[in-house]
């Protein structure tokens, strides 16, 4: 489905909350992403929309008897009603019109031209982001993780298999597994070192903490409306079960996985915690910077028809700028900024979220409203977009060098990694995805 532009994108459009006009804030009128938070006045988790450095608090918009709230366009009610929950999945479930409805809805409320009644009103529905405490967004049901990149996939292979880094059906089939729903956390959320089980070499296998605890910067995608049991997801109809996207780290214990992983992939080294950044950017907000999908060498297979739409070739792709900075104990006492690790953007990756969605569902596997899909580790061509301390350093041959002298092979006790999403494109306004952050404590 081709991305659709409207008034809610024009970049000239200011707020009456005055944070939201800044230059390059993430949460300016053009974004609206939603999540879900409490304070210590609520009576329990709210659903919110981020504008500036505030939150709407819907919980509390719903309730107010302006006359935009309660004569509402009828596509908007079940969205509005959807806002008096403790999750999104409800408000996920309703599919794309009634989100599109609530978007334009909130859109004129917070516009700068909106009445003075109207921004009364909604004042009292404001919240201070420093007050609140974000929790994650959904449940989420079930969590399947993705392999993406091809340029991930490709650098990793030739870690262990220089002469044939890539298997065969990469390039023919989006590569996935069944992620641990349990463990997945909000951004800011500490991250125990997990122990595992680890070989070296001939030696007897031992149990302990990893000695090898990585990154993977990651997208994550939450299902909108879901299908039944034994129906598939048609590729060109995707888009219409896609709520929104935030980042996802997905912490990795690499010396338990490289002796658990054979034969049957990911277990322990993954599923002890997966970071999310709270807000949910929705795929309205994201239209502007749609782009083509990845551009396959000549020589390469084309998808399978059931993976292949014209739209999706056209418009899979996301213009999305990605960071991942490193705060270490002695950078922060000695007031160091946070050292920038790697840069990329999300259009480089081979598979788009509308194949990995039609895939996922493409047996007759039954996709519900919340279930989280990540791409797997966001990669580049060049060195300096490589997703992860694996790739950088090479299994940790070639340590990360410090300006304060320090080195990194993998992450240590007491280490900060912050992850940052951006779109940015001429003659739109930028919107960015906030902030993934944690910190290691030891095991």
């Known amino acids: 489905m081709k991305p659709t532009l409207d008034e809610t994108h024009q970049p000239d459009t200011q707020s009456w909350v005055l944070t939201a006009n800044a230059e390059e804030v993430d949460f300016p009128i053009q974004n609206l992403p939603f999540g879900v938070f409490r304070t210590a006045q609520n009576n329990g988790p709210h659903l919110g929309v981020a504008i500036g450095d505030v939150i709407v608090d819907l919980h509390q918009l719903r309730r107010q008897t302006l006359p935009e709230i309660t004569n509402a366009p009828t596509e908007a009610r079940p969205a509005l009603d959807a806002c008096q929950d403790a999750t999104l999945n409800r408000l996920m479930a309703l599919g794309t019109e009634p989100r599109r409805a609530l978007r334009h809805l909130l859109h004129k409320l917070l516009r700068r031209d909106a009445s003075p009644e109207i921004q009364q009103a909604l004042t009292t529905c404001l919240v201070p982001q420093n007050d609140a405490m974000m929790l994650l967004p959904a449940h989420v049901g079930d969590y399947t993780d993705f392999y993406a990149s091809l340029y991930h996939a490709t650098h990793v292979g030739r870690l262990f298999r220089p002469d044939n880094p890539l298997l065969p059906n990469y390039k023919h089939i989006p590569i996935g597994y069944h992620g641990r729903a349990s463990t997945l956390v909000v951004s800011g959320t500490p991250v125990k070192r997990p122990m595992g089980q680890t070989r070296k070499e001939e030696q007897p296998p031992t149990f302990g903490p990893t000695a090898t605890l990585d990154y993977e910067l990651e997208l994550g995608l939450f299902v909108g409306r879901g299908n039944a049991m034994g129906q598939t997801i048609p590729v060109d109809r995707a888009e219409d079960h896609m709520f929104g996207v935030c980042i996802v780290n997905d912490w990795s214990a690499r010396d ?7 034969p049957l992939g990911p277990f322990l080294a993954k599923n002890f915690a997966t970071s999310l950044s709270p807000w949910v950017v929705t795929m309205e907000a994201l239209a502007p910077y749609r782009t083509q999908a990845f551009t396959r060498d000549a020589a390469d297979p084309q998808p399978l028809p ?11 792709g996301i213009d999305l700028r990605l960071e991942v900075q490193l705060l270490t104990p002695r950078m922060q006492a ?11 953007n999300f259009d480089t990756m081979y598979w788009t979220f509308a194949q990995m969605l039609a895939h996922h569902a493409s047996n007759g596997c039954s996709m519900q409203a919340g279930d989280l899909l990540a ?3 966001i990669s580049g061509p060049t060195d300096t977009s ?3 301390l694996l790739e950088i350093t090479s299994r940790g041959k ?13 992450l240590q006790d007491g280490d900060t990694l912050v992850m940052r999403g951006l779109c940015k494109k001429d003659g739109y306004r930028t919107i960015g995805l906030g902030t993934c952050t944690g910190t290691i404590i030891n095991a």
Do not use: I, M
């Open 398 to 410: 070639n340590p990360v060098h410090l300006p304060n002298g320090e080195e990194r092979k993998f």
């Open 334 to 344: 000695d007031g160091q900024a946070a050292y920038t690790l790697s840069r990329g």
């Open 306 to 316: 059931y993976l292949l739409s014209a739209d999706d070739q056209a418009h899979g």
């Open 386 to 388: 490589r997703g992860c």
């Open 256 to 262: 338990v996985q490289a002796w658990e992983y054979q």
């Open 375 to 377: 791409s797997g580790t």
